[in-house]
């Protein structure tokens, strides 16, 4: 089973809200991914994490702050955000990190910032 | 800058004919190809991998790849109304970030 969860489906949050984003999967990946994609592009990478690690960090703003709590588990926490960061947020997982894993989408999160 | 270019299209063909989509790559060293569906509103689902210079079938599916020209292709036999979505050709860069670049997408739209 190849699934990857994410909740919730919908988030609708104001600039000084706080918020988090949660992902999980029970594949045994150790690698776990944030994507950001608005409409009609493909995904951007936002974090990575290999082995409960943060590696790569796209140059996110600070106001987006992944954790990683444990293999499992991915959340994405969400402060004073604007509102052209309004997007589908899709998180994945792969078995590892290796350049040859293939990466599986959760549904995604469309949050819509007011 | 490595980049990954697709038609944005869309490309039209009739239930019933083979869809012809295609990806080039900046990278020569690139070892690992993937092709990925989204339809509108959804999230993007893994429909092939391929790694190795060839041909790769899986049902209607078939992935090209010609590591020498850079490019990978996705072939979809029968097509069907329900194949209409937007195709993501993905490539793993080994050199640098170890993360996928995508296409744009080519959107797909089968005629019934």
């Known amino acids: 089973d190849t699934e990857v969860t994410q909740t919730p489906k919908h988030l609708v949050m104001g600039m000084t809200n706080k918020k988090s984003l949660k992902c999980e999967q029970h594949m045994g990946h150790r690698a776990m991914y944030w994507y950001k994609q608005k409409a009609k592009k493909p995904p951007e990478l936002m974090f990575v994490?290999?082995?409960?690690?943060?590696?790569i960090n796209e140059s996110v703003p600070s106001r987006f702050s992944p954790e990683c709590p444990n293999s499992s588990l991915l959340n994405l926490h969400l402060h004073a955000l604007q509102p052209e960061d309004s997007a589908l947020y899709l998180c994945?997982?792969?078995?590892?990190?290796?350049?040859?894993?293939?990466?599986?989408f959760g549904p995604g999160t469309r949050l819509t910032v007011t | 800058q490595k980049e990954v270019e697709q038609n944005s299209g869309p490309l039209s063909v009739p239930e019933g004919a083979i869809a012809s989509l295609n990806c080039t790559y900046s990278?020569?060293?690139?070892?690992?190809f993937f092709w990925y569906r989204q339809y509108s509103g959804k999230s993007p689902e893994l429909i092939m991998f391929i790694y190795s210079n060839g041909d790769k079938e899986d049902g209607r599916f078939t992935a090209q790849l010609n590591k020498a020209s850079q490019y990978v292709s996705l072939l979809i036999r029968d097509s069907q109304p329900s194949d209409s979505a937007t195709y993501l050709c993905?490539?793993?860069?080994?050199?640098?970030?170890?993360?996928?670049?995508f296409g744009s997408g080519t959107r797909l739209q089968v005629q019934p």
């Open positions: 994945a997982s792969s078995p590892s990190d290796s350049p040859l894993a293939e990466q599986y």
């Open positions: 994490y290999s082995y409960e690690k943060l590696s």
């Open positions: 993905a490539v793993n860069f080994y050199t640098g970030r170890r993360a996928l670049t």
């Open positions: 990278d020569r060293g690139s070892q690992s």
